[in-house]
């Protein structure tokens, strides 16, 4: 996900309280290794985010692809952000996904609760766990994810980016792969992203969606 609040930590200083947006255009949209909605359509999203100076967050999302008929994803997420020390940073969240663009994507919908770290806006790690609402437990999709994320400043304005996670899928013992690697570009309050998903041959043994390799681009305005 290209929305920078349901991503990694973000500290909040200065005023007691503080109010963001962003817009995002992207080319699909994918989810650890699996297209949410009609694979490759494009997707316009839209992100508002309530900060705190105590840490707290709260932010609310929504996305809408091509066809225009309905939307594709709706989050609401709770955070709080912390420092360790100067360099390393933590996140604790809680947020609910709801897919509804139809009912094979509604068994996705989820509350998902994840803890992670940032070193100096250069690497970042974090563990989540899964709840799926319209599921039994037994036959849920995804049970936990690990995920680790890394930014290599190139020039003032330019980044290389990685990503590698790995997830546990029911039935218990299931596992499956998945990646990215690619550019990253801003300036002011715009960003752009040009970046290679893959997900491992299980995962499309698992998910008939998944993504076999595929290359996204993303462009993204704050307010």
């Known amino acids: ?104 994507f509604r068994l996705f919908d989820r509350v998902e609760a994840a803890v992670g770290a940032s070193f100096r806006d250069l690497l970042t790690a974090s563990v989540s766990t899964f709840h799926y609402v319209h599921t039994r437990d037994e036959v849920s999709p995804m049970r936990w994810a690990v995920d680790l994320g890394a930014r290599w400043p190139l020039t003032p304005h330019w980044s290389a980016t990685g990503a590698i996670g790995l997830s546990g899928v029911r039935p218990q013992g299931r596992q499956y792969t998945y990646g990215s690697a690619g550019l990253a570009w801003h300036t002011g309050p715009w960003r752009a992203e040009f970046t290679y998903l893959k997900a491992d041959g299980r995962a499309r043994r698992l998910f008939t969606n998944s993504t076999s390799g595929h290359w996204s681009l993303a462009v993204i305005r704050s307010f």
Do not use: H
């Open 1 to 104: 996900m290209v929305l920078t609040a349901m991503l990694g930590p973000l500290i909040c200083t200065g005023q007691t309280r503080d109010v963001t947006g962003e817009i995002a255009v992207s080319t699909d949209l994918t989810e650890r290794g699996v297209f949410v909605g009609p694979s490759k359509k494009p997707i316009v999203q839209g992100l508002i985010s309530l900060y705190d100076a105590s840490g707290w967050s709260l932010s609310s999302a929504l996305g809408m692809q091509s066809d225009g008929t309905r939307s594709t994803r709706a989050i609401v997420r709770a955070a709080y952000d912390g420092m360790i020390d100067n360099d390393w940073q933590y996140q604790t969240s809680v947020q609910y996904y709801a897919y509804p663009g139809g009912a094979e």
